[in-house]
């Protein structure tokens, strides 16, 4: 089993900045897993925002809605990814979800890909 508990949410102002980060734990999540973020703003589905892969193939995504402003890590000795969120808008409101799973090939952009999920951390931005 994997455990991941994100962090780092809050209240910020249009055109600042947040920092998310997504512990992971548990015997089997490895450096080969591929993590993945995604939100939810009330009464909308589940959506992408970004992915990286696990060591091996070294690559990152991002939904268009993001692309330029945010930008995915991870720290393999710490088991630990991060969101930086810069540039924020009111739209970008939203219950930011960490995932995570052992394929090394996926559909990075559909959430049913994904074996395990954090409990989430509120974002929320101010106009």
């Known amino acids: 089993q994997v455990q991941l508990v994100e962090s780092g949410g809050g209240l910020v102002q249009a055109g600042g900045s947040l920092r998310l980060s997504c512990a992971a734990s548990?015997?089997?999540?490895?450096?080969?897993?591929?993590m993945g973020w995604f939100r939810q703003a009330p009464g909308k589905e589940r959506e992408f925002v970004t992915y990286?892969?696990?060591?091996?193939?070294?690559?990152?995504n991002y939904a268009d809605s993001v692309k330029g402003r945010f930008a995915i890590s991870r720290d393999h000795g710490k088991n630990t990814a991060y969101l930086q969120m810069n540039s924020l808008r009111p739209e970008d409101t939203a219950v930011y979800y960490c995932a995570s799973t052992d394929k090394a090939i996926l559909r990075y952009r559909d959430r049913s890909e994904y074996d395990y999920w954090g409990q989430g951390t509120q974002v929320t931005v101010s106009s």
């Open positions: 990286i892969s696990g060591i091996t193939i070294n690559s990152t």
């Open positions: 548990g015997r089997t999540f490895s450096s080969e897993h591929a």
